[in-house]
C-alpha cells in the first residue's frame, strides 16, 4: 500500500509538471499568395494561459530539406523551444518555408511565394489568433542556414515587421551552393524558385544576404550572427561579418566550435533568444 501511495504521488506530480509546460499548437495557415495551405508549429509558454497580457514573438525558421516541425523534433533535446518560451515568455512560431524555397518571392513561379506567405500571411494569421504584440518591437525572427538567409533577408527587406534579426550557421552567399559537388542537386531544387535560371550564379548572388548590407545599415535593426567553424557556411559568414564591421553595422557576431549540426544549432539557439529577451526587455515588451 505504501508503494502504491509513492507510484500514485510520482504520477500525480508527473503529470502536474507536464500540465504546466509551454503548449504547441499546429496551425493551419492558408496562402492567398500560392493557392495552399501549410501548416506551423506554435509554442506558447504556459504564462499565456494564465495572464491576459500580450506577447513578444520569434518566427523561427528550419532550414533547407526541412519543414515545420524540425525545431521541435530533430534537436537532440526535444524539449529545447519548449523550456525557452517558458524562461522567457515568448511565443515561438515555426512556419513552413518548404525543403528550397529560401523564403524568397520566385519571379516565375506563383506557388512559391515564401517572402509573402511569410510576411503577409504568417504574422497576419499569428497575430489574429493569439494575443500577441503586434508591433514590430515585440516581433523578432531568426533560423538556420536556409533560415538563416530567410531570418536576415526578411528583416533587412522588411524592417517594419521586426526589431531584430538572426542567423545560425545563415546561408547568406547563396551561390556558394553552385561550389559544391551537389550543385546539380541544388540546380533542380531551385527549379521552383529561379525556373530556367536556377544554375546562374548572378541571380544568386542578387538574392545573397551579403549583398543587403547597405539595406540592413539603413534598418538599424539589432543582429546576431553565429557559425560554427567547421560548418562549410563559415567563409561566406566571416565575410558577411568583415562587410558588417567596414560599414560600421552593429552586430553581434560569434564563431564557436561545431559543424552544420543540430547539436551545433541545440547549443546557438539559447544564446540567440537570450539576445532578443535583452532587446525586448529594452523595448519595454518583455513579458515578466
Request: aromatic fraction near 10%; proline fraction near 4%; glycine fraction near 6%.
Amino acid at each position: 500500500m505504501k508503494n502504491f501511495k509513492i507510484v500514485l504521488i510520482a504520477a500525480f506530480l508527473c503529470s502536474s509538471f507536464l500540465s504546466y509546460g509551454a503548449k504547441v499548437d499546429t496551425l493551419q495557415i492558408p496562402s492567398a499568395a500560392m493557392g495552399k495551405t501549410y501548416k506551423a508549429a506554435v509554442v506558447l509558454p504556459n504564462s499565456y494561459a494564465k495572464s491576459k497580457a500580450s506577447f513578444p514573438v520569434l518566427y523561427l525558421l528550419h532550414g533547407a530539406y526541412g519543414h515545420f516541425g524540425d525545431w521541435l523534433k530533430s534537436t537532440p533535446d526535444k524539449k529545447l523551444v519548449q523550456n525557452l518560451s517558458d524562461q522567457y515568455n515568448l511565443i515561438i512560431v515555426m512556419p513552413e518555408g518548404e525543403t528550397f524555397s529560401f523564403y524568397l518571392d520566385s519571379p516565375v513561379n506563383k506557388e512559391s511565394q515564401f517572402e509573402t506567405y511569410i510576411t503577409k500571411e504568417v504574422i497576419q494569421k499569428i497575430d489574429k489568433t493569439y494575443r500577441t504584440i503586434t508591433d514590430r518591437k515585440g516581433r523578432v525572427i531568426s533560423g538556420l542556414s536556409m533560415g538563416g538567409h530567410g531570418a536576415l533577408s526578411l528583416s533587412a527587406k522588411h524592417p517594419d515587421l521586426f526589431c531584430a534579426a538572426g542567423s545560425m550557421s545563415g546561408a547568406v552567399d547563396m551561390g556558394v551552393m553552385l561550389n559544391r559537388d551537389s550543385a546539380t542537386e541544388v540546380v533542380k531544387l531551385m527549379h521552383p524558385v529561379f525556373g530556367d535560371k536556377s544554375n546562374d550564379v548572378e541571380l544568386y548572388k542578387q538574392n545573397a544576404v551579403l549583398g543587403m548590407v547597405d539595406k540592413i545599415k539603413a534598418n538599424k535593426l539589432a543582429l546576431i550572427i553565429d557559425c560554427g567553424v567547421d560548418d562549410f557556411l563559415i567563409e561566406p559568414n566571416r565575410e558577411l561579418h568583415r562587410r558588417l564591421l567596414y560599414n560600421k553595422v552593429a552586430h553581434d557576431y560569434t564563431e564557436r566550435p561545431g559543424a552544420h549540426t543540430w547539436e551545433y544549432w541545440e547549443n546557438a539557439l539559447p544564446y540567440h533568444v537570450l539576445y532578443f529577451s535583452k532587446v525586448l526587455a529594452k523595448n519595454g515588451v518583455a513579458v515578466n
